[in-house]
């Protein structure tokens, strides 16, 4: 039995459809409210909320892999619950921060359950994704209401990574030998810039969409506001204002372990175009 947290998130989701399409014969899909979700055939929805350790124990039962998020919960408690249901392996997504900005509190926080992990006395498999194309969805309600976009570093490259690669990864490791004790950093096939997501966004909308390109300063402003402010001091390090070699490197682990290509930056907006409409 297989059990995958944050089942309706961009990476569960097309999780749970690849084990489905795959056959794996018995999955679980955990989230908050059973009776509001619509999972793939054959995939079992379970109510249990990762904040609450104890609320697991159902959706636990029987389960010996285990498909986690690190960030989504009381993590000590839930490797806890998990490792006392009899789960021989977590397949954990950490953070390639882990080992490109170990400084930023988050990242320690990432790199503090994956030692939680390791001690555990399961068996794992550690994925370290890089930024994830889905990040530009914050750019939906402006593209949507001016056709404009406004950020900061314009043409600093990233290799950011398709979340459907990170899920075909997970997939891999879940059902396949030979990944256990395993640390995969992820990234897409290449860098692309700021400018050139918005030229990928446009043309998946088939009209035009304006960059604006702003200062960190206003940036930082504008993202404190809902964030806070040592998280907008981090986001902004990552998208342009400490990067690094290592935050920089393009990567082949996707087509490694999966045997296909990362996706490209282009696909991921051609595939949800309609986010931005």
């Known amino acids: 039995m297989i059990l995958v947290t944050g089942a309706t998130g961009n990476i569960g989701r097309v999780l749970l459809r690849e084990l489905s399409l795959g056959g794996a014969a018995s999955v679980r899909g955990l989230t908050r409210d059973a009776g509001r979700v619509s999972f793939p055939d054959g995939?079992?929805?379970?109510?249990?909320?990762?904040?609450?350790?104890?609320?697991?124990?159902?959706?636990?039962?029987?389960?010996?892999?285990?498909f986690l998020l690190s960030g989504m919960g009381a993590?000590?408690?839930?490797?806890?619950?998990?490792?006392?249901?009899?789960?021989?392996?977590?397949?954990?997504?950490?953070?390639?921060?882990?080992?490109?900005?170990?400084?930023?509190?988050?990242?320690g926080a990432n790199l503090a359950v994956e030692r939680l992990l390791k001690d555990s006395g399961m068996a794992w498999t550690i994925l370290r994704p890089?930024?994830?194309a889905s990040n530009t969805l914050w750019?939906?309600?402006?593209?949507?209401?001016?056709?404009?976009?406004r950020a900061p570093y314009a043409d600093v490259g990233l290799p950011a990574v398709h979340p459907a690669d990170i899920a075909a990864v997970a997939r891999a490791a879940l059902t396949e030998p030979g990944h256990r004790g395993r640390t995969y950093a992820l990234t897409g096939p290449e860098r692309v810039t700021v400018r050139q997501q918005v030229a990928a966004v446009a043309a998946a909308l088939g009209r035009e969409v304006t960059l604006v390109e702003i200062s960190p300063e206003e940036a930082h402003r504008?993202?404190?506001?809902?964030?806070?402010?040592?998280?907008?001091?981090?986001?902004?390090?990552?998208m342009g204002g400490d990067v690094n070699d290592e935050l920089l490197t393009v990567?082949?682990?996707?087509?490694?372990?999966?045997?296909?290509?990362?996706r490209s930056f282009r696909q991921w907006a051609a595939e949800n175009g309609d986010a931005f409409r």
Do not use: C, Y
């Not at 159902?58 to 285990?66: P, Q």
């Open 43 to 66: 995939i079992e929805a379970v109510e249990g909320d990762l904040g609450r350790a104890d609320s697991l124990k159902g959706a636990l039962e029987g389960v010996r892999s285990l």
């Open 251 to 262: 990567r082949d682990t996707v087509a490694q372990v999966t045997g296909s290509a990362a």
């Open 130 to 132: 890089t930024q994830f």
């Open 75 to 107: 993590e000590a408690g839930v490797v806890a619950a998990a490792r006392q249901a009899g789960v021989e392996h977590v397949v954990l997504v950490s953070s390639i921060t882990v080992q490109t900005h170990p400084q930023l509190t988050a990242a």
């Open 222 to 238: 504008q993202m404190a506001s809902f964030m806070g402010d040592e998280t907008a001091n981090a986001v902004l390090d990552l």
């Open 139 to 149: 750019w939906a309600q402006s593209i949507r209401a001016e056709g404009v976009v």
